[in-house]
């Protein structure tokens, strides 16, 4: 693997008797990393700790040499770091262009023309250069999350934190922002949180799996779905023997799991080899 930009080392972060992380290692180099996981798996945790909005109850981490152990690291890193939240604190009133500027602002942007000069560039970088002057509760669901984009981006942050930007865009408006990130990924190290297997296959040069606050997996979109070779096959019935099956639209069923002697074994898919680890890791699987 190339240079690491960020590594991390036995990190764990318990809320009360819960543990969100634990004992979390790993190593991120430029391009765009995906985080795959079931909801409450420890995505937004590990991902508030990378972004030093949370520390962790023990364990280390380094962004692009910087260590945020103590402050002037901490704000190293933050200065580095370009971080969408699940949800954006967007302020509806403010129009596109004073949002993205107010985070600007937050970044220590002080030179006010050249931070208009950056927030401009931002916004035409994901396609909302006649949106400037738009108030947020105007726009689309889709431009809003490039809003968020926009304002993770301003500053040209060598570290840029993604949790789930592409829930609730329609198919289109998903492709053109699956776009954006990979543009976003040249040259610099993102790391994408996500539901969708097909962000990960479309997108990423690696992929995390986590559940239970573990990495259970780590490696490449290729590897993931070399997992399930061998261990997807088609049947007329449910085959009881599965780790996991459905029916799909021709009515036949898939199925997941050791195939039986003889099986109609078929290619397997990301998401095959993603839901044979979450299996493997002891996590219901919901077929
Ligand atoms: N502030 C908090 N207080 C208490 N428990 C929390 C807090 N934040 C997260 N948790 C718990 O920690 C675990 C990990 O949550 P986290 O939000 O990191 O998961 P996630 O993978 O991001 O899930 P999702 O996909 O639903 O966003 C869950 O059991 C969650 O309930």
Redesign the pocket.
């Known amino acids: 693997m190339t240079t690491p930009t960020v590594s991390a080392t036995g990190l764990s972060l318990s809320?009360?008797g819960?543990r969100?992380l634990d004992d979390v290692a790993l190593r991120l180099s430029a391009g765009v990393t995906g985080l795959l996981?079931?909801?409450?798996?420890?995505?937004?945790?590990?991902l508030r700790v990378l972004a030093t909005a949370v520390p962790a109850d023990r364990g280390a981490f380094t962004v692009l040499g910087h260590d945020p152990a103590d402050a002037a690291g901490r704000q190293s890193v933050r200065r580095a770091l370009g971080y969408l939240p699940?949800t954006p604190g967007f302020h509806p009133d403010f129009t596109a262009f004073e949002f993205v500027d107010y985070v600007a602002i937050l970044k220590e942007r002080t030179d006010r023309g050249a931070r208009h000069r950056e927030v401009r560039r931002v916004l035409d970088q994901v396609g909302l250069a006649d949106a400037r002057g738009k108030r947020i509760k105007k726009l689309s669901g889709g431009m809003r999350q490039r809003v968020a984009l926009a304002a993770a981006l301003v500053g040209d942050p060598g570290f840029v934190v993604l949790d789930?930007p592409t829930v609730g865009l329609d198919p289109e408006q998903r492709m053109r922002f699956r776009e954006l990130i990979a543009q976003a990924g040249e040259g610099r190290t993102v790391l994408l949180?996500t539901?969708q297997t097909e962000d990960v296959a479309m997108l990423c040069h690696r992929v995390l799996v986590?559940a239970g606050?573990r990495v259970r997996f780590d490696g490449t979109p290729a590897d993931l779905t070399d997992r399930a070779a061998g261990r997807v096959w088609s049947s007329a019935e449910r085959d009881p023997g599965a780790r996991a099956g459905w029916r799909t639209g021709t009515g036949t069923f898939r199925n997941l799991g050791d195939p039986p002697p003889g099986a109609d074994l078929l290619p397997p898919t990301l998401e095959d080899g993603y839901l044979l680890t979450l299996d493997e890791a002891d996590t219901a699987v919901t077929a």
Do not use: R, V
Request: proline share 5%.
């Open positions: 809320y009360g819960t969100a996981g079931p909801n409450g798996a420890g995505k937004t945790t590990l699940q789930e949180s539901h986590m606050g």
